[in-house]
């Protein structure tokens, strides 16, 4: 009987399509399942949707659109993108699913009968975005929410709560008898600091909100989204539907974002413990990613579409360059040009390049058969290079070390390289008396590249498929035994097939011309098709007082500001409106000096639909007048002091 692993992406929201977060997250969980299977274990991969909520009701109002209209959307979205990243998951659960809302319930019956639910009331500073209240409640000092910063609403009403702080004490054992539970161990440190500062009891029900799961014994609330969209982890392996099923696969591992981890690893464990459910065998957070050691954020502009990331990039280097270049655990900076380097220096030039050299000498000495191995110069060296190298990538694999897994990978490439070049098949191929060296040096590149092709297949999966057939085996390389991989001859006698080259190399201005086209196929500087401008003196088409009132017109300062690489008329803005900050792209920089424009007060449409100019998104337009016959801009400004934010009228 095969052991079982479970392991879960997050709940992700459906209140804005996927973003590159979410598309880490399950690359990295499907590339553990798959890691798993190959392992021998019998492995569940579960992804959902949270649909519920606040946000979803406010972001469905501005579509104009129902929640569930919404939801529907956004969740055909996720779908389609894990289709075409080759996400292989088990189960996904929508919130808004019955099988779903059985569950929710169940839970919480089991925790109120177990006297760890009471009604009350609460009052306090709550954060819309993060649908969790900030831990001060002097109402009258507005704080910011303390895990995305955002300004907090003073909110009061009847709920139900949950009895938190009745499990200050279980959950500090939890995390000292089971180490692993929250990984890293640096932010295991965190959340036990923050769980021994003492817990408050917490609202798990809304009475405002009608977007939810109603509670059983009282209609009239619906529950609160921690309490909802956690419990998805049950029911997506069938809590109180599918028993057996629920026996065999929990408990699980979840895989989630550092900026959750609290909720998953003091709320989730402590709302099981209070049902009688056992906590999960363990959580790991996560970095993020960056842009220029930024948070990524909509707000900053400096989001990427995964959509357009795949469409120019294709789904196994995506992969390949997440799983690389982050060290698991901890923060990262994406970089367009750090793909390509990976591309064109990893894949291209190490892998891409082994594998067809070694085809084509085994095509032209060999007729195309893979050679009995004889002896040639550090056979032995790249044999047991080769051993170590499966037993250190399995260790740190399981120790979810991607990186260095993969630099395990890459060193015995690298290895075979050079051992190819030490022993120069080319010359020796014209010596008869030493076609037993020619034949080892086949044999072992070949019987290398088997080994690779195994090892890459948790992380690229359609390129190790494409060597193991090119070497001429059969089946699937995710059905090989990965813990019993070793070193043997089995490719002996074998035809190789050959094919087109894995990976053609990269041009990075190619490349950023696709990126452009893809992003935003419209001329550069401009955000949306516009009416030609009328000639001064000329007015344009008379409007109603409602249609200028759908222009939010917003005081802001300038920030930031430099130029876009490779666009002459280009700036790129950091704004601040108050409230927030955000990123603009400006058609001004033969106008102005990036830094000439730093603490200036200008005037920026703020409601306009973002779009997308050389990669970059841009939330909003600066408000300018054009010059003389070259239509020079010249930005709105004010006489008077004004405070950011203020709107024009």
Not at 345 to 368: E, F, H, P, V, W
Not at 385 to 408: H, P
Not at 581 to 607: D, H, T
Request: charged fraction near 25%; hydrophobic fraction near 40%.
């Amino acid at each position: 009987m095969p052991k079982t692993f479970y392991i879960t992406t997050p709940l992700y929201y459906v209140n804005a399509p996927p973003h590159l977060g979410g598309m880490y997250t399950t690359i990295v969980a499907d590339t553990i399942a798959r890691y798993k299977r190959m392992m021998g274990f019998d492995v569940k991969l579960f992804c959902g949707t949270d649909e519920h909520g606040q946000n979803i009701e406010r972001a469905a109002r501005k579509q104009n659109i129902t929640p569930q209209e919404l939801a529907d959307r956004v969740y055909t979205q996720y779908v389609n993108l894990w289709k075409v990243l080759g996400i292989e998951n088990d189960e996904f659960v929508r919130t808004t699913e019955q099988r779903h809302h059985t569950s929710v319930i169940e839970l919480y019956t089991r925790a109120k009968a177990n006297g760890y639910v009471y009604k009350g009331s609460y009052s306090g500073w709550y954060c819309v975005s993060c649908e969790a209240y900030a831990p001060e409640s002097d109402p009258s000092t507005a704080v910011p929410c303390p895990d995305c910063g955002r300004q907090t609403e003073w909110f009061s009403e009847e709920s139900y709560f949950f009895k938190l702080s009745a499990f200050q004490d279980r959950l500090l054992d939890l995390y000292e008898k089971n180490p692993k539970f929250i990984r890293p161990e640096s932010r295991r440190n965190e959340i036990a600091t923050f769980v021994k500062g003492g817990l408050k009891d917490l609202s798990i029900s809304r009475a405002t909100l009608k977007w939810g799961i109603p509670l059983p014994d009282d209609p009239n609330h619906v529950f609160y989204v921690w309490f909802d969209a956690l419990t998805a982890y049950l029911s997506g392996i069938g809590f109180k539907t599918d028993s057996p099923k629920f026996s065999k696969y929990w408990p699980g591992m979840h895989l989630v974002g550092k900026d959750i981890l609290r909720f998953h690893t003091v709320y989730w464990p402590a709302f099981l413990l209070a049902a009688g459910v056992d906590a999960p065998n363990s959580v790991f957070g996560h970095g993020w990613w960056l842009s220029k050691d930024v948070k990524m954020s909509k707000s900053r502009g400096n989001v990427l579409d995964p959509f357009v990331l795949n469409e120019v990039f294709g789904s196994e280097l995506l992969r390949y360059y997440l799983l690389r270049e982050m060290v698991f655990g901890q923060d990262c900076n994406f970089a367009l040009e750090a793909v390509i380097q990976r591309y064109n220096s990893d894949l291209a030039n190490d892998l891409g390049n082994l594998l067809s050299r070694t085809i084509a000498m085994i095509s032209k000495y060999r007729a195309g058969r893979v050679p009995e191995p004889g002896a040639a110069k550090n056979d032995s060296e790249v044999r047991e290079l080769a051993a170590r190298v499966i037993v250190d990538y399995q260790a740190n694999f399981d120790d979810f070390s991607f990186s260095r897994s993969l630099e395990n990978v890459w060193e015995l490439i690298s290895r075979v390289n050079k051992y190819i070049v030490e022993n120069e098949p080319w010359a020796i191929a014209e010596k008869p008396t030493e076609a037993k060296k020619l034949d080892s040096v086949l044999f072992h590149a070949a019987e290398s590249l088997r080994l690779i092709a195994v090892l890459v297949a948790p992380v690229i999966p359609g390129t190790a498929q494409n060597l193991w057939e090119q070497l001429g085996l059969d089946g699937k390389v995710t059905n090989v035994d990965l813990s019993g991989l070793r070193w043997s001859g089995e490719l002996s006698g074998k035809t190789i097939r050959g094919g087109t080259s894995l990976f053609p190399r990269l041009d990075p201005k190619e490349v950023m011309k696709k990126m452009d086209s893809v992003s935003d196929p419209k001329p550069e500087g401009t955000a949306a098709p516009a009416p030609a401008v009328p000639a001064a003196g000329n007015l344009a088409p008379q409007i109603t007082i409602d249609d200028f009132s759908k222009v939010d017109l917003r005081v802001a300062t300038v920030v930031e500001a430099e130029r876009v690489k490779g666009a002459d008329k280009l700036l790129r803005l950091i704004v601040d409106l108050g409230f927030e900050k955000r990123q603009i792209l400006a058609g001004i920089a033969l106008a102005y000096q990036p830094e000439s424009l730093i603490g200036r007060k200008v005037v920026i449409v703020a409601n306009l639909q973002p779009r997308k100019l050389r990669g970059l998104e841009s939330n909003g337009m600066i408000v300018a007048a054009s010059l003389g016959p070259e239509d020079k801009p010249v930005l709105a400004g004010f006489q008077e002091e004004v405070e950011n934010g203020s709107r024009l009228k």
